[in-house]
Every structure is written in C-alpha cells, then in structure tokens.
C-alpha cells in the first residue's frame, strides 16, 4: 500500500447521476493529483492541488468537478458524465510538485 | 504548453537484451524527469528520476540520461527480465506543472 486510499473502488453511474470520488492521503503531502486512464489515453492528468490551491486544469470538461477541502483529502465531484468518461481515475499525491508521487488504487468508473 | 513525445509506443525484447524508451520535450524550463512504470493492474510506480543538474543517474539494470541541449532523455534497462514487463511513462516537471508522456508497452519475452 502507497498511504493513499480511494472510494469507492467501482462505480457504476447513469448519466444523469451525482456522485462523488474521494481520496485520502496519510503521508503528510502537499500536492494531490487526478488523473483518468483509459484504454485511448494511457494516463491523462486532470487536476493539480498544491497547498489546497488547483494550480492546474487541463482543459477538463465542467462537468468534472474537483474540491480540496485540505491537503489530506481530495474529491472529484461528477455530474452529467457521458459513456465515454468511464475510466479508471486515479489520486496520487506527493510532498511536492516536482517529487514522487504515490498513487491510490484508482475506481473504475462506468457511466450507463 | 509543454509537449512531450514518447517513443516506441511499443516494445519487444528478449529476455537478457537491453531496451531504451526515448522522450523528448519542448519547454526548457522543465527540470525534473521522472520515469514511472505501471505494471498491468496495478498503480504507477516511480522507479527513477533525475533533476537537470545531472546528465545522467543509474540505480542497478535502469539508467536514465538527460541531454538538455537536445532536450531529450531516456530509459535504459540492461539484462530485461520478464518483470520488467509494463508500461512505461516519462514525465517532465517544472515548479508549477508536470507533463506526461504517452507511454510505452514494454514486452519481455522468454
């Protein structure tokens, strides 16, 4: 185990639904990632927290919604996801922005 | 933005042999270049790094060398053995952004 936890570990979601992806990190990081991977992009990077401030966006559509409420916990807030958003999605964190990250164990997500 | 090219997409070795997995980049503000391997079902995991201040760094079979003139650098495995089966994906970091490259499949064969 790498210190960072993801849940739930499976999701299965209609388009229409709300639901939210959470990640925690014990080891006292201050940056936080996200990141989708899918069989047509191996590892795509969404958003960046660094000090509970998102320092970066890559052109991720609305619809995905992240919240750092502090630098243990990190939460993807989905709505409205299409059938090409299922993927797994992956938390990692690190003590900095240019230093290892750990990564969560990722949940796949399956949007009906 | 920064962009950074991966090659091979793929790879093929036979056991014993060596592999190299090239990347190159574009901003030339990046200076960290950590190298990640994910083996199948399984998180991505750093295996080694290098800041530019280094040409070039060795830990047991993987090597990585950094040519920041040509900005490029790359992934050497000596003696492949079949755990080193994987994808493999480079990435250039600055202070405020990281950049991935778009991975490679790396098969050891028996």
């Known amino acids: 185990e790498t210190g960072v936890t993801q849940t739930p570990r499976h999701l299965v979601m209609g388009m229409t639904n709300k639901k939210s992806l959470k990640c925690e990190q014990h080891?006292?990081?201050?940056?936080m990632y996200w990141y989708k991977q899918s069989a047509k992009k191996p590892l795509e990077l969404m958003f960046v927290?660094?000090?509970?401030?998102?320092?970066e966006n890559n052109s991720v559509p609305s619809r995905f919604s992240p919240e750092c409420p502090n630098s243990s916990h990190l939460f993807l807030h989905l709505h409205t996801l299409q059938p090409e958003d299922s993927a797994l999605y992956l938390c990692?964190?690190?003590?900095?922005?240019?230093?290892?990250?750990?990564f969560g164990p990722g949940t796949r997500l399956t949007v009906t | 933005g920064e962009n950074v090219e991966q090659h091979p997409s793929t790879l093929s070795v036979q056991e014993g042999d060596s592999a190299v997995i090239k990347c190159t980049y574009s901003d030339s503000a990046s200076n960290y270049f950590p190298w990640y391997k994910q083996e199948l079902g399984k998180r991505p995991q750093l295996i080694i790094d290098i800041r530019s201040n280094v040409g070039e760094k060795k830990d047991q079979r993987i090597a990585v060398t950094l040519n920041k003139t040509a900005k490029h650098f790359s992934l050497h495995i000596t003696e492949t053995q079949p755990e080193d089966s994987a994808v493999y994906f480079c990435v250039t970091g600055t202070a405020s952004k990281l950049t991935f490259g778009t991975g490679t499949r790396l098969q050891v064969t028996l």
């Open positions: 990692a964190s690190s003590q900095d922005l240019s230093y290892e990250q750990y």
């Open positions: 927290y660094n000090f509970k401030e998102q320092t």
């Open positions: 080891l006292g990081h201050n940056a």
